[in-house]
């Protein structure tokens, strides 16, 4: 295994100084936690919007921490979900007094965890509310969760919800708005090489050269199957028929986002999204927007995601309000 790192068991303290480090007039890391907010919490007036999860995801989950996106972010261990301690923190420095509204991808730790500190800041007077985020098209069951996966589509609900909170919706709107994207969000993905988790050493799972996994997970689980690599056009096909099968209705607008894992070039990423843009055209889907890039990656995987997002014009106005955030 080759990592640049120190200590193993230092990997999250001294990554989570390091950002903070870079953006000290914009986040701030909470004392004996691995809590980063902003700086200026708690704002007057305005929902809490926290999220988190497990790292390996970088820029996800404290990369999007800042005005207009997420007011603190969680990191638990690499791969691990934040312990109920930890996000009652987060909920406590981003409450205003307003209520505290938190995304939370569908892994079972990520579910069972976020629910018990939303008991446990209701039971201290703080109104809490929740959203699961299940874009996943490529599993149903897994390992990690019940039901379909939360994936790299869960940065669209951050911020959409962002922008809502900077705006003073308040936590029954933001909730509603909630319920309603993540139903038309959609995402699958894809891997050519494992990721290496340095706590272990070891790959997630097993490739040969002539080989890639279909419907990778982001905590490096295997996907649904393994096939001969093909080209980047045919590779992209398989996904995006698969993410649009899943649709009841494909009339309407779209945002997409073509995600690399960690270890995908630029370069890899924008051919996937020269066939991607054309092949979505010629099937007169409408896609307004395109963001290409890392998003949310599983360490150091070579692969991508492709996301789907079906919007009408006020979900597309909050896509487009600006954000000042630690990714920016």
Known sequence: MKKII???????????????????NKVELIEDSHVICRKDLPIKGKVGLISGGGSGHEPAHAGYVGDGMLD??????IFTSPTPDQILKAIKKADSGEGVFMVVKNYTGDVMNF????D??????????????????????????????????????????????????????????????VNNIKSMGMGIKACINPMSGNESFNLS?????????????????????KSADEITKELIDTILRDYDNIDGDF???????????????????NYLSDYLKEKNIK??????????????????????FKVDDEILSLLDEDVDVVRS
């Open 6 to 24: 120190n200590n193993p068991n230092l990997i999250i303290d001294q990554m989570l100084q390091g950002l903070v480090k870079a953006n000290p």
């Open 72 to 77: 603190c972010a969680v990191c638990g261990d």
């Open 115 to 118: 629910e018990m500190a939303k």
């Open 120 to 181: 446990m800041a209701e039971m201290e007077g703080i109104d809490v509310d929740y959203i699961i985020v299940d874009d996943d098209v490529a599993v149903e069951d897994s390992s990690f969760t019940t039901g379909r996966r939360g994936i790299a589509g869960t940065i669209f609900v951050h911020k959409v919800l962002g922008a809502m909170a900077k705006n003073g919706k308040n936590l029954k709107d933001i909730k509603s708005m909630a319920d309603k994207i």
């Open 209 to 229: 050269d002539e080989e890639m996994e279909i419907g990778i997970g982001i905590h490096g689980e295997p996907g649904i199957r393994k096939e001969k690599i």
């Open 255 to 273: 945002v997409v986002m073509v995600n690399g894992m960690g270890q995908t070039t630029e370069m890899e990423l924008f051919i996937v999204n």
């Open 287 to 308: 896609v307004l927007r395109t963001y290409v890039g890392n998003y949310m990656t599983s360490m150091d995987m070579a692969g991508f995601s492709i996301s789907l």
